[in-house]
């Protein structure tokens, strides 16, 4: 009898190493990264030379009276907020005009998503020199309104961070939009019809049943519009690199002007350890989600 | 669903779907537009003749290709274990690959580029390639995990009643079936890959193996900025992405949707 125990324990064993792969590159990658920033954090460090110099918590006393830090954590969490906001109303009244008789609904459909796939990287910049004061959004603008337009979008610091926050609820409206497309497609139509009989207005049906039903779809994109806005990098640094002054920095931009600039690899280590517990809370909730969408 | 409109219901939807066809197609426009300034379509033959172009582009498919590799082997394996070999611990190990979702890849430079350095890794694909799989990973064996999740029961014990062992089960069984969900993570890990801009602006500092999204830098330095030429590059690099999108429409829309809904 000892046999079939023994395959048994053999099959167990070898279930193991189906994990080996995806655990070796994420926990070499980052489980130890994480655990390695927490201990380059305590160093005064310019991440060359092969040893720091220990100081205990000070980068993180450095960090709480840092005014940059305060500032990018601002902008981070206003970005999230106003992109999240943008993209969930566009992308839902999108989701509703593809569903009318209107003219061109599929053509809206098929150009909605395009700018989701193009690189970030490509688009920052593209707007970066669309935005200029002599370029082809000024020269849009003064065609239509008959002046002269000549506002330096991204170099003046009472619009900068709004046109970053535009620029990214141009590319990404697409996304909400599939989202909202894919969840009003499960919507029983039945329900609609029997408002409808009711005498309920578009508007109504829209408020009281159709964005009710999709409270699952609103959270989803919550979730991944926090995400998203915590990882942006490329659209910040290539449109403003954070500036005027500190006016558009974000924690990701910070944290690379703290270590490739600037050498403060100790500081910058500090900074992501800040970013990395910020990015948890929201790991565990979009796990969460998924898995109870999966159900 | 909102077919049945009165007449000023129509034309109100009417025009937004016009507005919203304007704002997505203005800057679409002017890009191509300001493509072709200048030198005309010269611009990009430039574009293409006096930088690496070709070789960049060689360099981004070579990164896209080994990534959504990797990515797809480690997310279907892990899922299998975690879905349905469900050996003890698997519970703890799941949550360990998963914890790396919301990760911004920044956050981990101190590190990566102290392991990279040692390692001797510094300008070599590998140095893009590791933690791009590493960070989109947890991902793939999420929506794959949901996706094995779901299918019948019966599918791997009738399997093993007729006598085939779990790499058999793996290879022979689950792979082909999980082909759909394989097509979705194979879209999102490509398309990250394909436009990933930071791990190579870090690790890779020589020429010779930088990829695309680069280009555009060629264009731009303290002294010159030619806009034509770097719109020119941008159009150059978002093409096949955009032709594949549109000759897979479905399949994008899928993929890119997957993980949020189900």
């Not at chain 1, 920095?249 to 992501?272: C, E, M, N, P, R």
């Not at chain 2, 430039?46 to 070709?54: D, E, K, N, R």
């Not at chain 2, 290709?65 to 469900?86: D, F, G, M, Q, W």
């Amino acid at each position: 009898m000892s046999i079939p125990g023994g395959t048994r324990r053999r099959a167990a064993l070898s279930s193991y190493l189906y994990l080996v792969p995806a655990l070796i590159l994420v926990v070499g990658v980052v489980h130890v990264g994480i655990v390695a920033n927490i201990t380059y954090s305590t160093l005064d460090w310019n991440g060359i030379s092969p040893n720091g110099k220990p100081v205990g918590a000070d980068n993180y006393l450095k960090l709480l009276n840092d005014p940059t830090f305060w500032v990018s954590l601002r902008n981070t969490l206003v970005f999230a907020a106003a992109t999240i906001a943008l993209q969930m109303v566009f992308g839902f009244a999108l989701a509703v005009l593809v569903r009318t008789r209107a003219v061109l609904r599929g053509l809206l459909r098929t150009l909605a998503f395009v700018p989701v796939v193009l690189a970030p990287a490509v688009v920052a910049t593209s707007f970066r020199f669309l935005l200029t004061p002599d370029g082809s959004i000024n020269g849009l603008l003064s065609a239509v309104t008959g002046q002269t337009i000549d506002q330096p979008w991204l170099a003046d610091p009472s619009t900068a961070l709004l046109m970053i926050v535009l620029i990214n609820v141009w590319q990404y409206t697409g996304y909400s939009f599939l989202i909202y497309d894919a969840a009003m497609g499960q919507i029983d139509t039945s329900v609609i019809e029997a408002t409808r009989i009711d005498g309920a207005s578009t508007w109504q049906l829209l408020r009281l049943v159709v964005a009710p039903l999709l409270s699952g779809s609103h959270l989803v994109l919550i979730v991944l519009g926090v995400i998203s806005a915590l990882k942006t990098f490329d659209l910040v640094y290539l449109t403003t690199a954070g500036g005027p002054g500190t006016t558009t920095q974000v924690l990701t931009g910070y944290i690379y002007k703290q270590v490739i600039d600037q050498f403060h690899a100790g500081y910058g280590a500090a900074l992501s350890v800040a970013l990395v517990a910020i990015a948890l809370v929201f790991s565990v909730l979009q796990v969460r989600l998924s898995s109870r969408e999966a159900k | 669903m909102f077919q049945h409109q009165k007449l000023f219901g129509r034309a109100i939807s009417q025009v937004f779907v016009i507005i919203a066809l304007a704002l997505l197609v203005a800057p679409l426009a002017m890009i191509v537009q300001t493509s072709f300034q200048g030198q005309g379509p010269e611009n990009y033959v430039i574009v293409i003749s006096t930088t690496p172009f070709l070789r960049f582009f060689l360099n981004s498919l070579v990164i896209s290709a080994v990534t959504v590799l990797l990515v797809i082997i480690c997310s279907i394996s892990s899922a299998y274990a975690i879905a349905t070999l469900r050996p003890r611990g698997s519970r703890l190990f799941m949550v360990l690959i998963l914890a790396g979702m919301a990760l911004p890849g920044i956050a981990l430079i101190v590190p990566l580029f102290y392991v990279i350095q040692a390692l001797g890794l510094l300008n070599t694909y590998w140095a893009v390639i590791v933690p791009l799989t590493a960070i989109s990973i947890p991902f793939g064996a999420l929506v794959a995990t949901n996706y094995i999740r779901a299918l019948p029961v019966e599918l791997y014990e009738a399997a093993r009643i007729d006598g085939a062992s779990n790499w058999t089960y793996f290879v022979r069984i689950l792979i082909p079936v999980a082909r759909p969900i394989i097509a979705v993570i194979t879209i999102f890990t490509f398309l990250a890959a394909w436009n990933e801009y930071t791990l190579p602006l870090i690790f890779i500092q020589n020429t010779d193996l930088q990829v695309l999204t680069q280009v555009p830098t060629y264009f731009q330095s303290q002294r010159l900025v030619d806009t034509p030429k770097i719109f020119a590059a941008g159009v150059l690099i978002s093409l096949p992405i955009v032709l594949a999108y549109v000759l897979m429409q479905r399949l994008f829309r899928e993929g890119m949707s997957a993980g949020a809904v189900k």
